[in-house]
């Protein structure tokens, strides 16, 4: 028969106000949860600190006793370990994340359980403490995929690209299907110059999640950056970018960066008339733009279309962004994928 040990809520509150006198470590675990299941908001993050600490504090076999509480939870349907990375996640809602991380971190070690230190590490990176990640990350004996990608996340995230992608590709190893994976490979394989692999990377992430605008921005970085060292060999990648970029605008137009990305990989055609031409096609799209344009960015495109001389082109873009006129310079426009 399935054991029933939850305690009603008169004795919830008894725990809260006498520090769980009388319970044993695994009732007090129980009793939490069964209180934070019905709680909502900061109140969750206060039960659980304070159930943890006192668990720490009287458990004299801490792994056996919080097994104990998490077998009799699954009897009920119920897991701490997914209420603890509920609870994790919730913590930055409510500005507790320190807090959360701390208790959390002191029951891992405590309990040395793979999912409580994966779940520190987690804390550890989305509070920008990217150092400690990956010193939990390297406490896990087994580095499963999510490990290996939390730390090539994080080892980008502290300035260690190759680190990263030495992470990243053992964890694509174990799970070709996580198309985040593939995203950070390629960022991380942009920064160190492997623009073979960085392109590759989004290729595949590409067809597990299809296109997003945060893709096709990497997409135009890496033909850009191609086509300043070496134009022809950066052709097809900016016929591959500027497809990618109409393809989402077409989706959403309301994404004025992606005009500014637009014109960045259009300062690499053949002339300034294939310039305008490309700007004009987004003249042919309904919908409004939003002001969320960079300027630093807007400002280096309209540089570098001044130093070429390219007068008209610049008054194209601008015509775009501010939505004054028509900026195509013939009726039948080159086609900027062939340029």
Request: aromatic share 8%; with cysteine.
């Amino acid at each position: 028969m399935t054991t029933q040990v939850f305690l009603c809520r008169d004795m919830m509150h008894s725990f809260i106000n006498s520090n769980g006198n009388g319970m044993t470590p695994s009732e007090i675990l129980i009793s939490a949860f069964d209180s934070i299941s019905r709680q909502s908001g900061s109140a969750r993050i206060d039960t659980w600190v304070k159930a943890s600490s006192l668990f720490c504090e009287v458990s004299g076999n801490p792994l056996g006793d919080f097994l104990q509480a998490e077998q009799i939870l699954n009897e009920n349907g119920q897991s701490a370990v997914d209420i603890i990375s509920t609870i994790a996640a919730s913590s930055f809602e409510w500005n507790q994340e320190k807090k959360a991380f701390a208790t959390i971190l002191k029951m891992t070690n405590l309990t040395g359980l793979t999912a409580l230190r994966f779940t520190s590490a987690w804390l550890a990176f989305n509070m920008d403490q990217f150092e400690i990640c990956i010193q939990e990350c390297e406490k896990i004996d087994d580095h499963g995929y999510h490990v290996h990608g939390l730390m090539g996340q994080a080892y980008l995230e502290s300035g260690q690209p190759h680190q990263a992608i030495e992470s990243l590709r053992v964890a694509i190893a174990l799970n070709e299907r996580d198309a985040a994976v593939w995203f950070q490979l390629a960022k991380a394989a942009f920064v160190v110059d492997q623009y073979d692999e960085a392109w590759h990377a989004l290729e595949s992430c590409t067809l597990i999640n299809g296109l997003g605008p945060e893709v096709v921005i990497l997409h135009c970085a890496i033909a850009c950056t191609i086509c300043e060292s070496n134009p022809s060999a950066g052709s097809q990648r900016r016929s591959e970018a500027v497809t990618a970029v109409r393809q989402i605008f077409m989706a959403d137009p309301n994404k004025s960066l992606l005009v500014v990305y637009a014109a960045k990989l259009a300062l690499f055609a053949k002339s300034e008339t294939d310039f305008i031409d490309e700007m004009g096609w987004f003249h042919d799209i309904d919908g409004k733009l939003q002001n969320e344009i960079v300027t630093a960015d807007i400002s280096d495109v309209l540089k570098k279309l001044q130093k070429k001389g390219w007068y008209r082109g610049a008054s194209a873009l601008l015509g775009v962004l501010t939505g004054q006129g028509h900026t195509r310079s013939s009726a039948d426009p080159a086609d900027p994928v062939s340029a």
